[in-house]
């Protein structure tokens, strides 16, 4: 089934530490891509986007996320995180020619201060 | 410019009880979606629009009905509400973007969580 696949359910880091989630996907043809950001109690709200041109796609709050089509991958990344980057993460796809998007079953990430 | 909002907020209901979610937005898009988020499930889509009197099932539509007898409004029931509808339920808006690709970006209203006991 075409599905969508975050590796990490849970992620515990310490402030300042670097932070990667990963996301692959098993669509064929051309995607767009998405993170989804929940803080604790809240609404998802789009940390970036991928439609086309550089694979290597900057949002916001420092994050960013590289395009690897020829992994079917979309991961997130930041450098260096903050206690206020706690928050439960969605890896997104818009498969081809499709109205709907297909949410991964999301990573919480606790930073400890 | 409110977004995506979503009422009620919270509600409990009892079993075989029946309620309808609205949701409203004012950024004049198309396309409207019902997901449900349960723990470790990620988001799933119940039902969703492509536009003004029209639906479609999504892929957990069983036990709920939707409507869009206007743009802005996309109303979820529930007719007979059971306990494996307890969840937060959440509403988004998205446009088409671009001449010729479709570039979903969707925008999602703050939540409802609904528990059925």
């Known amino acids: 089934a075409q599905s969508v696949s975050q590796h990490n359910h849970h992620v515990i880091l310490s402030e300042a530490a670097s932070l990667e989630l990963g996301c692959n996907y098993s669509y064929g043809g051309t995607v767009n891509l998405f993170w989804y950001v929940q803080y604790p109690g809240q609404h998802l709200q789009l940390l970036l986007k991928y439609f086309s041109g550089d694979p290597l796609v900057k949002g916001i709050k420092g994050f960013e996320a590289e395009f690897i089509k020829s992994k079917f991958s979309f991961n997130l990344r930041k450098p260096s995180v903050q206690w206020s980057d706690t928050a439960e993460y969605f890896c997104a796809v818009n498969p081809p020619n499709d109205y709907k998007l297909s949410f991964g079953a999301g990573t919480t990430v606790t930073v400890r201060a | 410019n409110a977004g995506v909002t979503q009422t009620p907020k919270f509600r409990v209901l009892k079993t075989g009880q029946s309620m309808t979610l609205l949701c409203a937005q004012d950024m004049n898009h198309e396309y409207m979606y019902w997901y449900r988020q349960d723990p470790g499930m990620g988001l799933r889509l119940i039902h969703y629009s492509v536009g003004e009197g029209t639906t479609a099932k999504g892929e957990v539509p069983d036990g709920y009905n939707v409507s869009r007898l206007k743009k802005q409004n996309f109303l979820l029931g529930l007719e007979s509400a059971a306990p494996s509808q307890t969840s937060v339920y959440f509403c988004?808006?998205?446009?088409?973007?671009?001449?010729?690709?479709?570039?979903?970006?969707?925008?999602f209203g703050p939540g409802t969580r609904l528990t059925v006991l």
């Open positions: 988004a808006s998205s446009i088409l973007a671009g001449a010729s690709t479709f570039y979903n970006e969707q925008f």
